[in-house]
């Protein structure tokens, strides 16, 4: 079945470093990816999508580039700040039921000033 | 606009007693998820409704877990009895239709302990 594998976390930066976490995904087909990001205490929330390959999703200053050849999603950000401590998943629809979203297991990422 | 809203925010209950989540989504929303997330797994669909009606519940431990959307508005999810591996984050979504071009507005969930 479809599935999402994310790199483990967590991941420690200081502020204004470079980031980058590691999505691949299985799936038959092409599906869409999603990135969403989860503060504490908050809900999740949809940090930015890709609906099909060589497409990039940006919001916040994050990043990430469909990549067919590849199967994944890498999240990136140029420059981290300490409010982007989080923890950030990877997820994808299937193409046969577009809405049903499947996660990997989630980053955490851990920003220090 | 208001967000997703759930109660309680934490629950504590022994095994093989009953608990009860509720789940109020968008105004509009017609379409409604539940999500099962365990420690350090990422969020599992339970069940999806659209408006009243259940559209996939293949993953949802039918023997023991239960949801309505009465009117299509709110929701509730019960499990009755519980079990030690039903401690989790309840995790309620909604979007306005069923579909990758409109995005899952999630709650902030509720963390239930099962001692």
């Known amino acids: 079945g479809d599935s999402v594998t994310q790199m483990e976390g967590p991941v420690t930066l200081s502020e204004e470093a470079f980031l980058t976490i590691n999505c691949t995904y299985t799936?038959?087909?092409?599906?869409?990816l999603f990135w969403y990001v989860q503060y504490p205490g908050e809900g999740l929330q949809l940090l930015l999508k890709?609906?099909?390959?060589?497409d990039k999703g940006s919001n916040k200053g994050f990043e990430a580039t469909y990549r067919k050849e590849t199967t994944s999603f890498h999240l990136e950000k140029g420059s981290v700040q300490v409010s982007d401590s989080a923890v950030y998943f990877c997820a994808l629809s299937s193409v046969y039921n577009t809405d049903k979203l499947i996660f990997g297991t989630g980053t955490r990422l851990q920003v220090f000033p | 606009e208001a967000g997703v809203a759930q109660s309680p925010r934490y629950k504590i209950i022994e095994k093989r007693q009953s608990v009860a989540f509720w789940c109020n989504p968008i105004?509009?929303?017609?379409?409604l998820y539940w999500y099962q997330q365990i420690l350090g797994q990422g969020p599992k669909l339970l069940i999806q409704?659209?408006?009243?009606?259940?559209?996939?519940d293949s993953q949802l431990p039918k023997d023991r877990f239960s949801a309505e959307r009465l009117k299509g508005v709110d929701s509730t999810l019960k499990i009755q009895p519980a079990k030690l591996e039903d401690s989790a984050v309840y995790l309620c979504?909604?979007?306005?239709?069923?579909?990758?071009?409109?995005?899952?507005?999630f709650g902030p969930g509720t963390r239930l302990t099962v001692t």
């Open positions: 890709a609906t099909k390959a060589d």
């Open positions: 105004s509009g929303h017609a379409t």
């Open positions: 409704f659209q408006n009243n009606g259940v559209v996939d």
């Open positions: 979504a909604s979007s306005l239709v069923a579909s990758t071009n409109y995005e899952q507005y």
């Open positions: 799936a038959t087909g092409y599906p869409s």
